[in-house]
Each structure stands twice: as C-alpha cells, then as structure tokens.
C-alpha cells in the first residue's frame, strides 16, 4: 500500500522547477566569468555555477525530504540551461562551444543528475519514510 500524498506536494514541484530555472538562468551568465592570474585564466565562474546547481538539488531533496523535488529542480536548471545554449533570432548564443562551457554543461549534468539521485539523509528519532507494510 502506497502512503498517502501529502497536499501541496505539486506546488512544491513547480516551486522546485522556477527555482531550477532561475539557477540555471543565473548559472548560465555566471559559468564564463574567470580572473586573470599570472597568465593564467582561472575559471572561477563555472565552480561558482555547479555549485549552485548540486545546492539547489540536494536543497530541494533535504527540504522536502525525497528525491522527486530534486530532480523537478534539476529538470528546471536542465530546461534553461538549454534554453541558453539555443541561438536566438538575432544569432546570439549565451552558452557556447569551448572549454568552459563544455565543462559547465556537462558538469551540470553529471553533478545535478547525481545530486537527484541520492536519497536524504536520515533524521535521528524520525520515523522511516515508508512505514513497513504488514502482510
């Protein structure tokens, strides 16, 4: 027998894919930003960027205690980070091909899928998730 649904549960779903959307439309600005050291350009931009990702993900999988809030957040990041990469009318691309951005989208994928993935973390004293069923 499957537990009851808890009301709101849909709600927090959308609530999870704007936040995944409004990450990924900031990340996706934010991946190209580097400093200059020595000769070197360090790309802090896009750890700055992926960990916002894994943050918005293993947020929403904490907050709502399942997995299914984390990959609605995800698949929000997802959708805009698309969105981003797409050429618009005028020929204008936010997300490009290169190191960086490679390393930010694949990255992101990788990092947020595996983020989704893993369930959360155990509050002492409570109770299990799923009560187990009697036969």
């Known amino acids: 027998m499957t537990p009851p649904r808890k009301p709101g549960r849909a709600a927090l779903g959308v609530l999870g894919l704007l936040?995944?959307?409004?990450?990924?439309l900031l990340a996706g600005f934010l991946h190209a930003l580097r400093t200059p050291v020595g000769g070197f350009s360090v790309p802090w931009g896009v750890v700055v960027a992926l960990a916002l990702v894994v943050l918005l993900?293993?947020?929403a999988v904490e907050l709502t205690r399942g997995r299914w809030a984390g990959w609605w957040a995800f698949a929000g990041w997802l959708l805009a980070t698309v969105a981003l990469?797409?050429?618009?009318?005028?020929g204008d691309?936010?997300?490009?091909?290169g190191a960086r951005p490679l390393a930010y989208l694949f990255g992101g994928v990788i990092l947020g899928s595996a983020a989704a993935s893993i369930p959360p973390?155990?509050?002492?004293g409570a109770p299990p998730p799923h009560p187990p069923s009697t036969p």
Do not use: T
């Open 93 to 97: 691309l936010v997300i490009s091909a």
């Open 57 to 59: 993900v293993r947020g």
């Open 19 to 24: 936040a995944g959307i409004a990450v990924g």
């Open 121 to 124: 973390r155990r509050v002492a």
């Open 85 to 90: 990469s797409v050429e618009g009318p005028g």
